[in-house]
């Protein structure tokens, strides 16, 4: 027979909001369906030594032999938040440590626009095949 | 010349140039050891440094760096030798296909500096790396693996002893065992061949960065520049190749108390037979 809960009510999870996770494989989504679709974002996440858990969010660019580049890492507990940042695009720095997902989107936002990534994405860009005037165009479509 | 290399072998250097306009030196160092492959950190300026190592070749060097890349390549091979297999805020990936011998990945860093990070922190950067040294490894289906560059933690600090960090043990004969089962996981080793120059004995300086600081424990030279080399490719390198290079084509990299000037870090040059045979 199974004894009483002395748990109560358990929490769905909706109250946390959404994770660092959840949030970066958005944005990983998003990049990988903004025209042209050349490139992919992916969303790492491993366990570190201490009992961290890692985020990274890397893009991948299919036409270059699917070379990676990272452009952040978020790194949380058990808990979500906070949520330290680490910016990979400016050689691994760490940017700080954000309370809540509110501020975590708007350290991204500052990241993903910086200089740095823009300069990162149109650099891939430019050796896409889908880019403007490049080969798959030069091509046409496959007849 | 590098110590006992064969002809055919490919020669390497490494160096964190500290972003000073240096390209005469690069070139220079190019043609008197030969090089093949050049790897340097903190560089600025790189097409004045493949305009300089051009100079007078019949093997040009080509540039190969991504926007995200923090370590600049310039390597003699045929265009299509060298490829970016990946850039991760300080480190990057390269698959060396040699034209006739053996392919190599290349793990080139310039990690962060203790003045910007703690031990710790350090430390669990080393196990990062690892961890995509195993991806690309797995990828490539072979570990013939070097991991190069400006570590900033010395050959004893956790980040390059610790079996899930680098692993990478002082003795030849540990690495050549392959791998360690430590509860219960198995870890590849590295070489670590920089152990040897460390101090006054070595046949060079006592390290490759030279700091003085006011704390009690204070080594004053530290061997931040360093090569580890996989158990898989041990029997393409020789221990003699390895030089840390403190005098190029006349021109002292180094003061008159042995510190060094031109950078604040001295390079490192070293050989791998990768010819098949």
Same mark, same amino acid.
């Not at chain 1, 903004?34 to 679709?37: G, Q, Y």
């Not at chain 2, 680098?166 to 002082?170: G, P, Q, R, T, V």
């Given at each position: 027979m199974a004894g009483k809960s002395?748990?109560?009510?358990?929490? +769905?999870?909706?109250?946390?909001? *959404?994770s660092p996770k959840s949030i970066l494989q958005e944005q990983a989504l998003l990049l990988s369906n903004? %025209?042209? #679709?050349d490139l992919v974002g992916k969303v790492s996440t491993t366990r570190n030594e201490y009992g961290g858990i890692e985020h990274e969010l890397l893009i991948i660019?299919? @036409?270059?032999?699917?070379y990676e580049v990272g452009i952040v890492r978020a790194v949380h507990g058990?808990?979500? !938040? %906070?949520v330290t940042v680490y910016d990979l695009t400016a050689g691994d720095v760490k940017t700080g440590e954000y309370p809540t997902e509110q501020v975590f989107e708007n350290v991204l936002e500052k990241i993903f626009t910086s200089k740095n990534a823009r300069s990162i994405i149109s650099s891939l860009r430019s050796q896409s095949? +889908? +880019?403007?005037?490049?080969l798959a165009q030069q091509l046409g479509p496959p007849s | 010349m590098v110590g006992q290399v064969g002809s055919n072998d490919t020669k390497f250097m490494f160096w964190n $140039?500290?972003?000073?306009?240096i390209g005469q030196l690069v070139g220079a160092a190019s043609k008197q050891y030969n090089l093949d492959l050049i790897l340097l950190a903190e560089c600025e300026d790189s097409e004045s440094i493949r305009l300089e190592l051009n100079q007078?070749?019949? #093997?040009p060097f080509i540039h190969r760096r991504e926007a995200a890349g923090r370590v600049d390549v310039f390597s *003699?091979?045929?265009?299509?030798? &060298?490829? &970016?297999?990946g850039d991760y805020g300080r480190t990057s990936f390269f698959h060396l296909q040699h034209p006739i011998g053996k392919d190599v990945l290349i793990a080139a860093v310039h990690l962060p500096s203790k003045l910007h990070m703690q031990d710790q922190d350090q430390t669990l950067n080393c196990t990062r790396l690892i961890e995509r040294v195993n991806h690309f490894e797995a990828r490539l289906g072979h570990k013939r693996t070097i991991v190069v560059g400006d @570590?900033? $933690?010395?050959? @004893?600090?956790h980040g390059l002893i610790a079996a899930e960090c680098?692993?990478?043990?002082?003795s030849r004969r540990v690495a050549q065992r392959g791998t360690r089962v430590v509860q219960g996981n198995e870890y590849t080793f590295f070489y670590n061949p920089m152990w040897a120059h460390f101090?006054? #004995?070595?046949?060079?300086?006592?390290?490759?960065y030279f700091h003085s600081a006011?704390?009690?424990?204070? &080594? !004053?030279?530290?061997?931040f520049d360093q090569v580890l080399i996989r158990p898989d490719l041990l029997d393409q @390198?020789?221990?003699?190749?390895?030089q840390i290079i403190t005098k190029i084509d006349g021109t002292d990299l180094a003061n008159q108390e042995g510190r060094p000037v031109i950078s604040d870090h001295f390079p490192i040059v070293f050989a791998l037979n990768l010819m098949e045979g």
């Open positions: 002395l748990w109560g009510e358990l929490p +769905k999870g909706e109250e946390a909001g *959404r903004s %025209p042209p #679709r660019a299919p @036409f270059l032999n699917n058990a808990l979500t !938040y %906070p095949p +889908k +880019k403007p005037g490049g | $140039i500290c972003n000073q306009s007078s070749t019949e #093997r *003699r091979f045929p265009l299509g030798s &060298i490829a &970016i297999l @570590f900033n $933690i010395n050959p @004893f600090e680098f692993h990478a043990s002082l101090g006054d #004995r070595g046949t060079g300086p006592p390290g490759t006011s704390s009690s424990t204070n &080594i !004053y030279w530290n061997m @390198f020789e221990d003699q190749s390895v």
